[in-house]
């Protein structure tokens, strides 16, 4: 395996290539000034978006956070006080914004509004509804985001449910971005991040769900299932046509720029991207060396075994099955140790080194089990 180098790769601009491809959907985030919504974006999206994202003023009090770190666009209105007349200039502006953004490129287009309506004013005004009615009318999946729920009891919290299903009928998401761990322990009942991002997600045409994902911070499990069920598959694929196509070169030069991709992809989707550039070279070496090994193995039947379909006997030559498989078991190594340090990262345990994660034994040894759990069934 002397054609595999870690030094032939830039892994830098294999994540931007990968990054660059993925689709990203356009969230509009709607409320009063104080309504809560930087505090909403940062704790979904996590606090690099509205503070590192650069700001781009669009026209009218709408503020564009987009970034490369980040594959969702965010656009936050701001300008007008709570309670104030100016929501109804406010509603025409956004409105006229909207209309304006359907007729350029399909890419522009708002894909989802979030509406906050802060709780803590103990009440949802019809102005409010009307902004809501508005967006619905224009057939923009609309949810209403009640936030700062510490600042109610149960029955104002209830009430004003009642006024937001009553006024307009879309869905309603109690949250809390409180910084207290008590406060948010004892408000766990009520608060219903998830089931925010879960409709978020829901609603976005497929082609932009990954995006979304991918931008979120924590939701680990999300990302675990989107990496499984929809990444790996696409390297996966690539490899075995690779294996298939009968080209006079090695088939490690082909297969390695594809696991170099696909482990790209992967941090990319953790969002472990952003923690340093090193991590980002420590994982792609560890990548193309493991996949070296695990070629070299298969090309002398060492794994051949333990993969389905491949007796014992078969040929020398890495066949699109090898291919497949070794992709599908080195990207789901990879990703449990993103998964495992994700965790531990969003869980706050401040992890001293990121090679306790990533290390070329721990993934073996997630490499081996999942051979050795899939060596029955097919679906690699
Ligand atoms: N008690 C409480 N305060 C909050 C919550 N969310 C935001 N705040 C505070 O409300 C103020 C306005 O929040 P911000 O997110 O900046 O609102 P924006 O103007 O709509 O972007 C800030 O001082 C926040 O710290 C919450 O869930 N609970
Ligand atoms: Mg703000």
Same mark, same amino acid.
């Given at each position: 395996?002397?054609?595999?180098?870690?030094?032939?790769?830039?892994?830098?601009?294999?994540?931007?290539?990968?990054?660059?491809?993925?689709?990203?959907?356009?969230?509009? %985030?709607?409320?009063?000034?104080?309504?809560?919504?930087?505090?909403?974006?940062?704790?979904?999206?996590?606090?690099?978006?509205?503070?590192?994202?650069?700001?781009?003023?669009?026209?009218?009090?709408?503020? =564009? &956070?987009?970034?490369?770190?980040?594959?969702?666009?965010?656009?936050?209105?701001?300008?007008?006080? %709570?309670?104030? =007349?100016?929501?109804?200039?406010?509603?025409?502006?956004? =409105?006229?914004?909207?209309?304006?953004?359907?007729?350029?490129?399909?890419?522009?287009?708002?894909?989802?509004?979030?509406?906050?309506?802060?709780a803590?004013? @103990?009440?949802?005004?019809?102005?409010?509804?009307?902004?809501?009615?508005?967006?619905?009318? #224009?057939?923009?999946?609309?949810?209403?985001?009640l936030?700062q729920l510490d600042c109610v009891? &149960?029955?104002?919290y209830?009430?004003?449910?009642?006024?937001?299903? =009553?006024?307009?009928?879309?869905?309603?998401?109690a949250t809390s971005?409180?910084?207290?761990?008590?406060?948010?322990?004892?408000l766990?009942?009520y608060v219903?991040?998830?089931?925010?991002?879960?409709?978020?997600?829901?609603?976005?045409?497929?082609?932009?769900?990954?995006?979304?994902?991918?931008?979120?911070?924590?939701?680990?499990?999300? @990302?675990?299932?989107?990496?499984?069920?929809?990444?790996?598959?696409? &390297?996966?694929?690539?490899?075995?046509?690779?294996?298939?196509?009968?080209?006079?070169?090695?088939?490690?030069?082909?297969?390695?720029?594809?696991?170099?991709?696909?482990?790209?992809?992967?941090?990319?989707?953790?969002?472990?991207?952003?923690?340093?550039?090193?991590? %980002?070279?420590?994982?792609?070496?560890?990548?193309?060396?493991?996949?070296?090994?695990?070629?070299?193995?298969?090309?002398?039947?060492?794994?051949?075994?333990?993969?389905?379909?491949?007796?014992?006997?078969?040929?020398?030559?890495?066949?699109?099955?090898?291919?497949?498989?070794?992709?599908?078991?080195?990207?789901?190594?990879?990703?449990?140790?993103?998964?495992? &340090?994700?965790?531990?990262?969003?869980?706050?345990?401040?992890?001293?080194?990121?090679?306790?994660?990533?290390?070329?034994? %721990?993934?073996?040894?997630?490499?081996?089990?999942?051979? @050795?759990?899939? #060596?029955?069934?097919?679906?690699?």
């Amino acid at each position: 395996m002397s054609d595999i180098k870690v030094k032939n790769f830039d892994f830098q601009r294999e994540l931007e290539k990968v990054a660059a491809g993925i689709r990203k959907p356009n969230i509009l %985030i709607c409320g009063a000034t104080g309504a809560g919504k930087s505090s909403v974006v940062n704790w979904v999206f996590g606090k690099n978006v509205a503070t590192t994202g650069t700001g781009r003023p669009l026209t009218r009090g709408i503020t =564009e &956070y987009s970034s490369k770190d980040i594959s969702v666009n965010l656009f936050d209105t701001e300008g007008y006080e %709570i309670g104030e =007349e100016k929501i109804s200039a406010y509603r025409d502006n956004v =409105e006229k914004w909207i209309g304006e953004r359907r007729e350029g490129a399909l890419a522009g287009q708002i894909h989802e509004a979030w509406y906050c309506i802060s709780a803590a004013n @103990k009440r949802v005004t019809d102005m409010d509804l009307s902004v809501v009615q508005t967006l619905q009318e #224009k057939n923009i999946p609309t949810a209403v985001v009640l936030t700062q729920l510490d600042c109610v009891d &149960y029955d104002e919290y209830q009430e004003l449910l009642r006024a937001v299903s =009553e006024g307009c009928g879309a869905p309603c998401f109690a949250t809390s971005a409180h910084a207290d761990r008590a406060v948010q322990e004892a408000l766990a009942p009520y608060v219903q991040w998830d089931a925010l991002v879960d409709w978020a997600e829901a609603v976005l045409d497929d082609s932009l769900k990954e995006g979304f994902i991918g931008s979120l911070a924590g939701y680990v499990q999300k @990302k675990q299932a989107l990496v499984t069920k929809k990444i790996i598959p696409i &390297y996966t694929t690539a490899a075995a046509g690779v294996a298939a196509t009968p080209i006079p070169f090695s088939d490690a030069v082909l297969l390695e720029p594809i696991q170099v991709s696909m482990a790209m992809h992967i941090l990319r989707t953790y969002g472990l991207d952003k923690i340093s550039e090193d991590l %980002i070279s420590f994982v792609g070496s560890l990548v193309v060396t493991q996949a070296g090994r695990m070629l070299a193995q298969s090309l002398t039947a060492g794994v051949l075994k333990m993969i389905p379909g491949v007796g014992t006997a078969a040929g020398i030559a890495v066949n699109t099955v090898v291919a497949s498989t070794f992709t599908a078991a080195i990207g789901a190594g990879l990703s449990q140790s993103c998964a495992n &340090y994700s965790k531990a990262v969003f869980e706050g345990s401040k992890p001293q080194s990121y090679s306790e994660f990533f290390d070329s034994a %721990i993934l073996s040894g997630f490499v081996e089990s999942w051979l @050795k759990e899939h #060596k029955n069934g097919k679906d690699t």
